[in-house]
């Protein structure tokens, strides 16, 4: 039986899914945050269930073989769950991941190294920042709404400083409100932050629940627009109740509606509800093992499913005949056409709908794909989808997946419907995080 309060020496053997470390006592789970598999640790229990217990950290007795000092001084932000375990760890425990999910399900391959950053900070091209009344902005605590002030992030870009900065400032001197959750009343509820790595380039979406005056938001304005390389200013009303951000009504205040961006030689414009990768020089990395995998002689019809503004497709359509891009968010299907044309390139087709639907509509019409490429979000693909995947019989499937449990259960599918796993390789595009980018490789067996 656990108490609350009472203290525990302990042997952390893992990690959950959210970061936190596993130990056993008496032959329950004793889940302890900021600890790490190798560590001997003391903790106080500060949650007491019959069958298991939370704890919290009161000191690392030997620590694990991969422990560093913690980078960060915001303790209790849930942003990045491994920041007290060096890189190189972190790299090996994201391969392990992603080799446990598969045994789980029954699949093997071979799985290469994580293939990891040469300089793991300031990484992200997208921020949203929680506002709360006081007014007070940073990132929520882990699995709560509970806010931390950030007012400098190592993994964000360092302007997102400068612009949170500008929007406490002006709503303190506006006297403009921020969003009360318990309440449901006020204004101001996230700031999205997007810059364009490569060209420079920002935009500032302000989420707010009601409209602020607008005498007050033209002031806002008129400072966002000074900020250097601004390009993009947007208002998005959101009063939903709930966990998104973002709702579909953005309007551009200042500037364009897009921004620029460039991954290798292609360039992307971006709006704020489309889906773009937050970590562009890994996705460089990703992008490119995708189309290794893929092997494309020039000739074959590929599909590109769940293909955001066209980036995957746009990569690939110089080594195909034809590519079809797949996306279920309207807005993302028009950056991509834009994108397409922006690029010169005419030999790809987007086509907006939920891929286990169109994908069958149009095998149904005689299109069949010799290569297919899918990036699906973190649930994975829908049956539906392999099915008719598996009766279209492609030479190559490419499987780009940000969750390594989904990607295992459709491997095991998959494998089950004659494809084989040829290979995985975990690329690092959210370091310091649990987060695991896989591409893996499916062949149609013989
Ligand atoms: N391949 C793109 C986007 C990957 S993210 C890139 O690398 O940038 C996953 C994308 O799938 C998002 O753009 C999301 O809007 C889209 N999506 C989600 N559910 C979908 C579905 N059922 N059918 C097609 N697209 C979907």
């Not at 400098?152 to 612009?163: F, L, M």
Request: hydrophobic share 40%.
């Amino acid at each position: 039986m656990f108490k609350a309060g009472q203290l525990l020496t302990l042997s952390v053997h893992s990690l959950t899914d959210k970061g936190d470390g596993v130990a056993q006592h008496n032959g329950c789970p004793v889940y302890v945050s900021g600890a790490l598999p190798g560590d001997e640790v003391e903790v106080r229990v500060t949650l007491a269930r019959p069958r298991y217990a939370q704890a919290e950290l009161k000191c690392v007795l030997t620590p694990a073989a991969g422990r560093r000092p913690d980078f960060c001084p915001h303790t209790a932000c849930g942003g990045c769950q491994l920041r007290v375990m060096d890189y190189p760890a972190q790299l090996e425990l994201k391969r392990e991941l992603l080799l446990d999910a598969l045994t789980a399900q029954g699949v093997s391959c071979p799985v290469s190294e994580t293939v990891g950053m040469a300089e793991p900070f300031h990484y992200r091209n997208k921020a949203q920042f929680a506002v709360q009344p006081g007014p007070s902005i940073g990132f929520y605590a882990k699995q709560s709404h509970q806010l931390t002030e950030v007012k400098q992030c190592r993994v964000q870009a360092p302007v997102t400083a400068d612009i949170t900065a500008l929007v406490y400032q002006w709503m303190r001197e506006q006297a403009v409100s921020a969003f009360n959750e318990t309440h449901h009343s006020g204004c101001v509820r996230y700031i999205m932050v997007r810059d364009g790595t490569h060209s420079g380039e920002v935009m500032v979406v302000l989420v707010v629940a009601e409209e602020p005056a607008a005498g007050a938001l033209e002031l806002l304005v008129e400072q966002l627009a000074g900020v250097p390389n601004m390009a993009s200013v947007q208002l998005c009303v959101n009063d939903a109740a709930g966990n998104r951000v973002l709702s579909s009504q953005v309007r551009t205040l200042w500037g364009k509606d897009t921004i620029a961006d460039k991954l290798d030689e292609l360039q992307f414009e971006v709006s704020a509800l489309s889906f773009y990768q937050i970590n562009p020089l890994q996705t460089e990395v990703l992008y490119k093992e995708a189309m290794r995998q893929a092997s494309l002689s020039g000739n074959e019809t590929v599909f590109d499913l769940y293909s955001g503004i066209g980036t995957i497709s746009l990569y690939l359509a110089p080594f195909a005949a034809h590519v079809h891009g797949i996306e279920i968010v309207p807005e993302a299907v028009a950056d991509a056409e834009r994108n397409a044309a922006r690029n010169s390139i005419h030999n790809v087709t987007f086509h907006t709908g939920a891929a286990e639907q169109q994908v069958p509509a149009l095998y149904e019409q005689g299109l069949v794909a010799d290569v297919v490429v899918v990036d699906p979000p973190r649930k994975g693909c829908d049956e539906n989808l392999l099915n008719t995947l598996v009766q279209m019989g492609p030479s190559r499937l490419v499987y780009v997946s940000c969750n390594p449990k989904s990607l295992a259960r459709d491997a095991a599918w998959l494998c089950a419907h004659g494809f084989e796993l040829v290979q995985a390789t975990p690329v690092d595009m959210f370091p310091h995080t649990m987060h695991v980018e896989t591409v893996a490789l499916f062949i149609k067996s013989q």
